[in-house]
């Protein structure tokens, strides 16, 4: 059942919430799919509808500092800290710390590990369905495993729905790519994954040059699990728009993203059709006409959904700067298209 917010349905969706059923709420980064944090067989059930894999930890959403407390056990040393004062005041906003869990979570939400993600949302849904449940909210994106994430109430309804209790509509999301993941575990702390919040932000607030702050893990453990399985892939293959033409000028027989009955959707970042792009592609989504990053984010993962219904032979889709915003969507497309590459 899908239901515009309103006082009335949030208080519908908290009573679920408490009762350990599904719901699906809108944050400013992308939908969740909410269940109590702190009741284990509600928390199954997110893993069972989204076919998640149970080694895959998912975000805690609180309200509060109280819930902070409730959920973590914050080091005396970070706490006391400025720079934890100044990151927790961008708080309410996508930004996902990782902490020492306490035992008061389920290992269920965190699969298994000591640590716990948790976000303070600020999409003003988010913020009241939290305040009326009264307990912290597991959520992962309201989308199946590895697939193309929701930012619109549609596109959940149209995948997940049948499988939920609730869809709250609050619009499409504002940001429209995921929290930016810090672990505070290590010193400096890491980007596990980037997100809503810059890294130029990070590194400004905790004086750590953003090479440090985004160095990879020396060993092959993922050190946010379930991240190597995010792929955020639409069916249809989709390419750079630079590889898309380099397979096109140098091979004949690859796929070929505009001869014959080939039928190919250009995803662009920028306002202007080039100029044989009114030719080459058969449908063409511009997705901000300032080549504003933030619209572009804001946009993607809902382009993504709806070319994906097209029926198109190929989606080839734009880069940009990996730098603010730039590094969520560039992360999100690298992923996405290398499902491709590895399919051939
Ligand atoms: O913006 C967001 O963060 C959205 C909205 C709904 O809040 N949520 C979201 O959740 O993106 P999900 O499940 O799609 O991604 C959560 C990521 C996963 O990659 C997981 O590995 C990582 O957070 N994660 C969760 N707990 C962790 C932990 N204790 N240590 C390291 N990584 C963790
Ligand atoms: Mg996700």
Redesign the pocket.
Known sequence: MILTANDDTIRRAAHIIRKGGLVVFP?E?????GANAMDARAVQKIFAVKN?PPV????V?IDSIRQLRLVTLVPRKIEDAEWFKTLIGIWPG?L?L?LP?SSSVPTMV??N?D???V?M?SHPVARKLLAAAATPIA?????FSSQV?ATTAQHVAETLGAAVDLILDGGPCE?G???T?L?L?EWPPRI??P??IAAERLSEILEVPIEELTRKAADAV??????LK?HYAPNTPLVFRDTASSIDHTSGESASTCSGSAKVGLISFGPSYGKDDRTQYSVVRSLSATDDLSEVARNLFSALYEMDKLGLTLIVVDRCEEEGIGRAIMDRLRRATMRFAGKK
């Open positions: 944050t980064t992308v939908y969740g799919l998640r895959n930890p998912l975000i959403h996508p996902t990782v869990r965190t699969a590990l640590s716990v993600a976000r949302p959520a992962p994106s309201a989308n994430t940001v790519v995921e929290s993941i672990s575990l596990l994954r997100g809503g993922p050190l946010a699990p379930g991240m995010e």
